[in-house]
């Protein structure tokens, strides 16, 4: 197997078959790579579903994604098309509504357009790493609250019975709170742990005091000199920690079609 290192963030991993994977040392040694890149990129595996899901499987216990159609999925397929826009252009980390956030990421280009519909990944470990002792001590000291339904809602309000659906899906996802600075549990470094997907507020601060510094935190998330760029082909797959990264993907594709499909690890409670 074959590293090589990107940007503040990401490497690219060559000569390693993922479909078979030689045993537990070399998931681990694919491991030890996610805990120090954060993101790797494998080119020209073209898995299937079932043989991403098992790849995934390998790393933890799946991650079922809570879905609003289908009520539960572990192969979740990413398809954006003339007829669906894409909508995935804002950096964010996945279900952190959630009290045990997915830990990992296995995702897979399938149809690709001719050019345009990059991932750009930030690392949030770098970007609390770049602030102030006094604003890290600070930060150090808040909880956000975070909510599935923050994300949502406004797709309930498009729907039929969109209400009810809402009640039900608040009561079974009630919002929850994380610390602003995670610890990761591997390597015991510290990230900003807030999105703009499902952080809705700084807690103890007033509102537009929370807002400010979530913008602010967001700024600096979003830095290009903490960020990799991902090229798809079809059959590349990418791999990230979504517990110390935010990714965007680039809209700059429509109305061609773009498809992905995703396998994800579970994660534990956030500390
Ligand atoms: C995602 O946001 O999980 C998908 C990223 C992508 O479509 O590139």
Known sequence: MNIKPLNVLGAEVSNVDLKALSGRNSVQEI????????????????????????????FGPPFVQPALSEKYQDLLVIETNSEKPPYLNTFHQDMTGLEEP??????EGVIIPDSGGD????CN????????????????????????????EPIFSKWEHGQEKKLEFQKDFPPISHP????HPHTGKKCLFVNKFFTESVEGLKEDESKAL???????????EFCVRLKWES???AVW??????????????PETRRLQRAAVAGEKVS
């Open 31 to 58: 491991q030890d790579a996610i805990d120090k890149y954060k993101v790797l990129f494998f080119r020209d595996q073209n898995l299937d579903g079932d043989e991403l899901t098992n790849l995934a499987k390998e």
């Open 102 to 107: 997915p830990a990992l990421f296995f995702l």
């Open 119 to 122: 991932t750009i990944w930030s």
């Open 125 to 152: 470990e770098t970007a609390y790493e770049s602030l102030s002792t006094s604003m890290k001590e600070f930060l150090n000291t808040l909880n956000c609250k975070h909510s599935l339904l923050y994300y949502y």
């Open 180 to 183: 602003l600075v995670r610890t």
């Open 214 to 224: 979530l913008s602010f935190l967001y700024g600096v998330i979003e830095k290009p």
């Open 235 to 237: 059959g590349t797959i």
């Open 241 to 254: 920690d979504n517990r110390c990264t935010s990714h965007y993907a680039v809209a700059d594709y429509y």
